[in-house]
């Protein structure tokens, strides 16, 4: 039965394991090495569960999506909101993961248009099955490739006893620039939730057809997906912390710059699995983002809106999937695109959209008469509401510091 339940939690979890997400980890590897931040991206991977078991029980009850769920409760003004806000902010994000797959196969000298083919193909296999069940066997299969990091973590003879200390003492923050350590640990934190997750996960869980009997196995795909995903984060960690001991600048690195940076410390073969695990990070993230959008699409507009429904009968939800896909791909490929300003750009859309989709999924779970018996309690109010706090605050606190870099001092 846990065969057949899981897969929403794994693939939301490991799908936030993106191209992006994994050049942050490996950022703080490379900077700071083995300390503070080992055992504080596990307590991210928490505070992303969290957040993620609402969402859980939230679709399992109600049998709707959230963008679906905000329209209905909330009024078509914030329906259109929520939905537009994640769909424009999915969108760059898209570019950003095409961009991670150009640069993962571009170390292996392939060509951009060829790699971002690629990619474009896989995204589409994987979205036009036909039916659920086969998108999720498909992109669970791709998401466990998420571990190709560790190989390339142990090929780095990382200090077992120097992890084992930072996990049970939770060394000081590192030396450093304030301003870079802050925009680490805030960078970390949006590597762990962000408000795609949630309508991701509770359209999958519609759609994969759980009842409330099947919350407890949804918590523990759920659980698993944080656990994988926070394991996977480490290694990217581990993977590039001889750059740290061997005083490289790593400041500048981009994706295959970073295969390449680690290539005389733990060989070709590690340099090769960190590729190719940037590669499927973006692949995966390109098919449970893209998904998500068409998900909000559909609920809004209220028509189909299912990966169980064929293409004729579901037109706008797979246009909606497959534009997206299509349209980022394509501007990856623009000679000279701006795209340092697309990745500023998707840090502040998700700084505006963090704040509702939290205050929204917050209000839902406590709403009674639709969540029944299992509204939240006092413990999950007490959860839920110091997560979404605290990453409201990060989320503002990021904006700020990326927009206005000067107001964190040197």
């Not at 679709?59 to 709707?64: E, F, I, P």
């Not at 037109?315 to 980022?328: E, I, Q, V």
């Amino acid at each position: 039965m846990l065969w057949l339940l899981v897969g929403p939690g794994v693939l939301v979890f490991l799908g936030e394991n993106d191209a992006p997400s994994m050049l942050s980890y490996s950022a703080t590897g490379a900077r700071f090495g083995v300390g503070f931040f080992i055992p504080f991206v596990v307590l991210t991977f928490l505070m992303g569960l969290v957040v993620q078991e609402m969402t859980v029980r939230l679709g399992a009850v109600t049998h709707r999506g959230h963008a679906e769920l905000i329209f209905d409760r909330f009024g078509r003004f914030w329906g259109f909101f929520s939905m537009g806000d994640l769909v424009l902010g999915n969108f760059l994000t898209l570019i950003t993961e095409f961009i991670g797959i150009r640069a993962g196969l571009g170390f292996f000298g392939v060509r951009p248009v060829i790699a971002v083919g690629v990619g474009l193909v896989v995204v589409m296999a994987a979205i036009t099955t036909g039916r659920y069940w086969t998108w999720e066997r498909i992109t669970l299969g791709l998401a466990i490739f998420n571990g190709l990091f560790i190989p390339a973590a142990i090929l780095a003879h990382p200090d077992w006893s120097a992890v084992g200390h930072a996990m049970l003492t939770w060394t000081p923050l590192p030396k450093g620039s304030g301003s870079e350590i802050l925009l680490l640990i805030l960078a970390d934190i949006g590597a762990t939730v962000t408000p795609w997750m949630i309508f991701f996960q509770q359209s999958a869980v519609v759609d994969k057809g759980m009842q409330p009997r099947d919350i407890n196995a949804g918590r523990f795909d759920t659980l698993l997906g944080s656990v994988l995903a926070a394991v996977f984060a480490i290694a990217a960690i581990l993977a590039t912390v001889p750059l740290f001991h061997h005083g490289i600048d790593a400041s500048q690195f981009q994706a295959a710059q970073f295969a390449e940076a680690i290539d005389p410390w733990i060989g070709h073969t590690g340099a090769a699995l960190f590729a190719l695990g940037i590669f499927e990070a973006g692949i995966v993230a390109a098919i449970a983002i893209s998904t998500s959008s068409a998900y909000a699409f559909g609920e809004v507009m209220q028509t189909g809106h299912s990966l169980n429904r064929p293409v004729r009968d579901a037109w706008p939800f797979y246009s909606t999937l497959l534009g997206s896909a299509c349209a980022a791909a394509g501007l990856v490929l623009i000679p000279r695109a701006p795209l340092e300003f697309v990745v500023l750009t998707v840090n502040v859309i998700a700084v505006l959209a963090m704040p509702p989709a939290l205050a929204f999924l917050m209000l839902l779970v406590n709403d009674r008469d639709i969540m029944g018996e299992y509204v939240n309690g006092f413990w999950g109010n007490a959860a839920g509401i110091t997560v979404t706090v605290l990453l409201i605050c990060v989320g503002i606190g990021f904006g700020l510091a990326t927009v206005f870099p000067r107001l964190l001092g040197g």
